[in-house]
């Protein structure tokens, strides 16, 4: 089955600078990864998405990149601020999987 | 319309005592999915209903769980005999199709003593 390894699992940045988080996968067959933001005592939320027909993907602060021959993608935070601070999981399926498979999670503070 | 609602929001029970969890999806979510969540960990699968076709339990730690659905409504987790590894958070997600956006509830956190 699909597993998804994801680095660093804390990221501590100063506001208004940019984070990292990425994460591998090993199904080649993988087509979909979404990214969702868990704060404390709530369910995660999806943030942004990316499938294989495409390498990137933006909406304001947020970015996905994806490279389908290393496999591995990357969520990209600008000029972060003390909101985004939350745990962040990167997730894979293909289209024969019936569910996602989620990493470890990546836990982002953003210091004032 | 309303989200993904689950409840108990937290259950504390005694190790060897059977928990029921709820979950009521977003109306008109064919696909509905259980996840456990331990504490500062990752998502982990555990059973996945899509209309009323067969449920894919490959992600059941054991056969202390099982998980009902009605129709494309409410779904059921139910842990027996509960044990103390049992103690986490179980999510609920919903989404309009296998695979599209999931959307979670808050959680039940479970608590065995």
């Known amino acids: 089955g699909e597993n998804v390894e994801q680095h660093p699992s804390t990221l501590s940045v100063q506001e208004g600078d940019s984070a990292v988080i990425k994460c591998t996968y090993s199904?080649?067959?993988?087509?979909?990864f979404p990214w969702y933001k868990q704060e404390l005592g709530k369910g995660p939320q999806l943030i942004i998405d990316?499938?294989?027909?495409?390498g990137e993907k933006k909406d304001q602060r947020i970015a996905v990149t994806l490279n389908k021959t290393a496999k591995h993608f990357s969520l990209h935070i600008t000029e972060t601020q003390p909101e985004d601070s939350a745990v962040y999981f990167c997730?894979?399926?293909?289209?024969?999987?019936?569910?996602?498979?989620f990493g470890s999670g990546t836990q982002l503070t953003v210091l004032p | 319309g309303a989200g993904v609602s689950q409840s108990p929001s937290n259950k504390v029970t005694e190790k060897g005592k059977d928990v029921e969890l709820r979950c009521d999806p977003i109306?008109?979510?064919?696909?509905l999915y259980w996840y456990r969540q331990r504490l500062g960990q990752g998502l982990e699968f555990l059973i996945y209903f899509q209309g009323n076709s067969a449920p894919d339990k490959s992600g059941l730690p054991s056969d202390r769980f099982s998980a009902e659905r009605t129709g494309e409504s409410v779904s059921t987790l139910t842990i027996q005999r509960t044990q103390q590894e049992d103690s986490a958070v179980y999510l609920c997600?919903?989404?309009?199709?296998?695979?599209?956006?999931?959307?979670f509830g808050s959680g039940t956190q479970l608590s065995v003593l």
């Open positions: 997600a919903s989404s309009l199709r296998r695979n599209e956006k999931l959307f």
């Open positions: 109306s008109g979510h064919t696909a």
């Open positions: 199904d080649s067959a993988s087509n979909y």
């Open positions: 990316i499938r294989s027909n495409v």
């Open positions: 997730a894979a399926s293909s289209g024969s999987a019936r569910q996602l498979t």
